[in-house]
T-cell receptor, first 115, second 115 residues
Framework: EAQVTQNPRYLITVTGKKLTVTCSQN?????MSWYRQDPGLGLRQIYY???????DKGDVPEGYKVSRKEKRNFPLILESPSPNQTSLYFC??????????????FGSGTRLTVV | SQKIEQNSEALNIQEGKTATLTCNYT??????LQWYRQDPGRGPVFLLL?????KEKRKERLKVTFDTTLKQSLFHITASQPADSATYLC??????????????FGQGTELSVKP
């Protein structure tokens, strides 16, 4: 089944303790992206990647890092989480090739709480 | 400032009627526009994509129009059913087909279809 898999689904952590949220897709998509969703603010893009070793900032990149060493994986790293990073996080992937753009496939989400 | 606006009020309609949702934007020239459905606590699900040079797109009971002069997209669900109840998001790609991947989402419109 074509899908984007995020782990974990739920995570409670303490301020300052480094964490990684994993994201993997099995569709051979070039494009991957991370979003956070907060009440009243909607979905906001954190980082995106057009292909392996190519990443760029979205609208709210502060406090986050990403890497794209393999096409299928795009982990989100919080080096020193803070309570304002408590949110629902989504990873997404999409086919983007010359003359062809696909819709985004989203993961099931990771609900992160930083205390 | 750059903005995407969707009906902020929830839309309540009777089963069998046509639901029409609006997406207006300012200061963007998107290459294409997408519509997604999101159920509570779940990731958005891609519905339709329409390009800047297309006026209308259909898929089963769904229809999307895109007016780049008015900077507006309309999303229609005909013969609506209670199972169509969800939040519907519009999203603009503002960087073009082969450049970046900056997908900006509206805050969504909640649709409720009553039996």
């Amino acid at each position: 089944e074509a899908q984007v898999t995020q782990n974990p689904r739920y995570l409670i952590t303490v301020t300052g303790k480094k964490l990684t949220v994993t994201c993997s897709q099995n569709m051979n998509h070039e494009y991957m992206s991370w979003y956070r969703q907060d009440p009243g603010l909607g979905l906001r893009q954190i980082y995106y990647s057009m292909n392996v070793e190519v990443t760029d900032k979205g609208d709210v990149p502060e406090g986050y890092k990403v890497s794209r060493k393999e096409k299928r994986n795009f982990p989100l790293i919080l080096e020193s989480p803070s309570p304002n990073q408590t949110s629902l996080y989504f990873c997404a992937s999409s086919l983007r090739a010359e003359g062809h753009i696909g819709g985004y496939t989203f993961g099931s989400g990771t609900r992160l709480t930083v205390v | 400032s750059q903005k995407i606006e969707q009906n902020s009020e929830a839309l309540n309609i009777q089963e069998g009627k046509t639901a029409t949702l609006t997406c207006n934007y300012t200061n963007y020239s998107p290459a294409y526009l997408q519509w997604y459905r999101q159920d509570p606590g779940r990731g958005p699900v891609f519905l339709l994509l329409i390009r800047e040079n297309e006026k209308e797109k259909r898929k089963e009971r769904l229809k999307v129009t895109f007016d780049t002069t008015l900077k507006q997209s309309l999303f229609h669900i005909t013969a609506s059913q209670p199972a169509d109840s969800a939040t519907y998001l519009c999203a603009l790609d503002i960087t073009g087909y082969n450049q970046g991947g900056k997908l900006i989402f509206g805050q969504g419109t909640e649709l409720s279809v009553k039996p």
